[in-house]
């Protein structure tokens, strides 16, 4: 493995909301949230294509974020803040911010091949780890552990473009929130001031609609927070990895024939989405690269609107549900494996979304769903086609290529509406490199002789 030139850091700055703007906060976090007190962090790369000089990038971006972020996280404090976790079920874990509280966000500037980074055939999945900031240390105390949840870092790439990397802790929030997150700091960087958002945005709602202390309690024993001082520790992405990620795209008429194909030789499906077809081939052309039997495919679900009653749109944190499809590898593989994957993946869906009792009712914990233990192969579904990402634009246009870096820590495929066309599908793929190989050969075979 070849070596990789070093990342230079030019400066590196906490940023904190403007004085006496927040005060101190707490934000109360719930069983949505405490599934993912000892997942990895998220990790998001946009990338921005710029004939710029070093001089301009520090004369004028790196000004422009250092005035901007501060005032959204005026608005979206928790970004701010830090993870609070207790020793106890009997206290619940909480975001907070205390005044001071700030972002560590870093400017560097790499001279790795900005083109090869926003490519989307196989790239060493290392390359992308010299671009995204990590979480600060956790300061574990008697009483709780704190652990911050945001950090940024914005990468120069000479006369070629930047990227913005941003890691966040998953009790943060969903993609719904970082999304509505960054399109306030977007809209903030391009006007120079909180005018438009004051005018035209939508504030986060930090209400706490969802109580159910009887899942909160199991959830917090599920994930041992009693131990949690003792065992935690923060993953972390680093080289060197034979793993490599690729991105694939689903346009909308090869899209649009994969439902048709579902629709003629399953006419009894409830559910059949350009989402679920397009999960639904990727499921199956992974499962053949897989040695594991038995295989698990998982797709979040975002419950906001389907809360009885709903909650606002603007709900700060994580608000998912999951539907789950599970299958031996050996019945996933070829046209009937196709078949197979869409219609275990839309009857989950279409039961979970049709269910009267809601879609948060007494959940069962993992031990309960799998009696016998959790499948070795896990595929988990990150984004979603319906936020557009690609619009963020910081007045820069819109990003060249976005990449969920975070797709590394297990097996799963990211999933974005395209730049171009928002009906195309953006399937973001991490491998290791003779599973690759072997992906992309069923892929392409797939859709040849499929449709």
Same mark, same amino acid.
């Given at each position: 493995m070849?070596?990789f030139?070093?990342t230079?850091?030019?400066e590196?700055?906490?940023l904190?909301?403007p004085?006496?703007t927040?005060?101190?906060?707490v934000?109360?976090?719930?069983?949505?949230?405490?599934l993912w007190?000892?997942?990895p962090?998220?990790?998001?790369?946009f990338?921005y294509e710029?004939?710029?000089?070093?001089?301009?990038?520090?004369?004028?971006?790196?000004?422009?974020?250092?005035?901007s972020?501060?005032?959204?996280?005026?608005?979206?404090?928790?970004?701010?803040?830090?993870l609070i976790?207790?020793?106890?079920?009997?206290?619940?874990?909480?975001i907070r911010?205390v005044e001071g509280d700030? %972002?560590?966000? @870093? *400017?560097?500037?790499?001279n790795?091949?900005? !083109?090869? &980074?926003?490519?989307?055939?196989?790239?060493?999945?290392?390359?992308f780890?010299?671009?995204?900031p990590?979480?600060?240390?956790?300061d574990?105390?008697?009483?709780?552990?704190?652990?911050?949840?945001f950090s940024?870092?914005v990468?120069?790439?000479?006369?070629?473009?930047i990227?913005i990397?941003?890691?966040n802790?998953?009790c943060l929030?969903?993609?719904?929130t970082?999304?509505?997150?960054?399109?306030?700091?977007?809209?903030?960087?391009?006007?120079?001031?909180d005018?438009s958002f004051l005018?035209n945005?939508?504030?986060?709602s930090?209400?706490r609609?969802i109580r159910?202390?009887?899942l909160?309690?199991?959830?917090?024993?599920?994930?041992?927070?009693?131990?949690?001082?003792e065992e935690?520790?923060?993953p972390?992405?680093?080289?060197p990895?034979n793993? %490599?990620?690729a @991105? *694939?795209?689903?346009?909308q008429?090869?899209? !649009?024939r &994969?439902?048709?194909?579902?629709s003629?030789?399953l006419?009894t499906?409830?559910y059949?989405?350009?989402?679920t077809?397009?999960?639904?081939?990727?499921?199956s052309?992974?499962?053949?690269?897989?040695?594991?039997?038995?295989?698990?495919?998982?797709?979040a679900?975002?419950c906001?609107?389907?809360?009885?009653?709903?909650i606002?749109?603007?709900?700060?944190?994580n608000?998912?549900?999951?539907?789950?499809?599970?299958?031996n590898?050996?019945?996933?593989?070829?046209?009937?494996?196709f078949?197979?994957?869409?219609k275990?993946?839309?009857?989950?869906?279409?039961?979970?979304l049709?269910?009267?009792e809601?879609?948060v009712?007494?959940i069962?914990?993992?031990?309960?769903?799998?009696p016998n233990?959790?499948p070795?192969?896990?595929?988990?579904?990150a984004?979603?086609?319906?936020?557009? *990402?690609y619009?963020?634009?910081?007045g820069w246009?819109?990003p060249?290529k976005?990449?969920a870096?975070?797709?590394?820590?297990g097996?799963s495929?990211s999933?974005?509406?395209?730049?171009?066309n928002?009906?195309?599908l953006?399937?973001?793929?991490?491998?290791?490199?003779?599973?690759m190989?072997?992906?992309?050969n069923?892929?392409?075979?797939g859709?040849e002789?499929?449709?």
């Open positions: 070849a070596s030139p070093i230079a850091v030019l590196q700055t906490n904190s909301p004085a006496a927040v005060g101190d906060r934000l109360p976090l719930n069983f949505f949230d405490f007190l000892r997942q962090p998220i990790h998001n790369l990338f710029l004939s710029i000089t070093q001089t301009h990038f520090i004369e004028n971006i790196i000004p422009n974020l250092k005035h972020l501060p005032i959204t996280l005026q608005y979206f404090f928790p970004f701010a803040g830090n976790v207790f020793p106890s079920c009997t206290q619940k874990p909480e911010y700030s %972002v560590v966000v @870093t *400017f560097a500037e790499s790795l091949n900005f !083109n090869e &980074l926003i490519a989307n055939h196989p790239r060493d999945c290392e390359l780890y010299h671009l995204i990590q979480l600060g240390e956790p574990k105390t008697s009483d709780f552990t704190k652990i911050p949840v940024v870092q990468t120069f790439f000479p006369n070629c473009g990227s990397g941003m890691t802790h998953h929030g969903d993609a719904t970082r999304f509505s997150f960054l399109k306030t700091w977007t809209s903030i960087a391009q006007s120079g001031s005018e005018a945005g939508t504030f986060p930090y209400d609609p159910n202390p009887k909160d309690e199991s959830y917090l024993k599920f994930m041992k927070v009693e131990n949690f001082k935690f520790q923060l972390k992405l680093c080289g990895t793993k %490599v990620r @991105t *694939f795209i689903l346009a008429t090869v899209v !649009n &994969l439902k048709n194909l579902v003629t030789q006419p499906l409830a059949v989405s350009s989402f077809v397009a999960c639904a081939y990727i499921w052309c992974i499962a053949k690269t897989s040695k594991d039997e038995l295989q698990l495919f998982s797709l679900i975002d906001r609107a389907r809360m009885n009653p709903a606002p749109k603007a709900y700060f944190g608000c998912v549900g999951w539907c789950l499809a599970m299958e590898s050996t019945q996933l593989t070829g046209k009937e494996g078949l197979t994957a869409a275990l993946i839309g009857e989950s869906l279409h039961e979970t049709t269910d009267k809601g879609i009712k007494d069962a914990i993992l031990d309960d769903l799998f233990g959790i070795t192969s896990i595929l988990g579904v984004g979603t086609p319906k936020l557009k *990402f619009d963020m634009d910081f246009g819109k060249k976005i990449e870096v975070s797709i590394d820590y097996r495929v999933m974005n509406a395209c730049k171009e928002n009906e195309d953006e399937i973001g793929i991490s491998l290791p490199t003779t599973e190989e072997s992906f992309i069923t892929y392409a075979y859709l002789a499929y449709i």
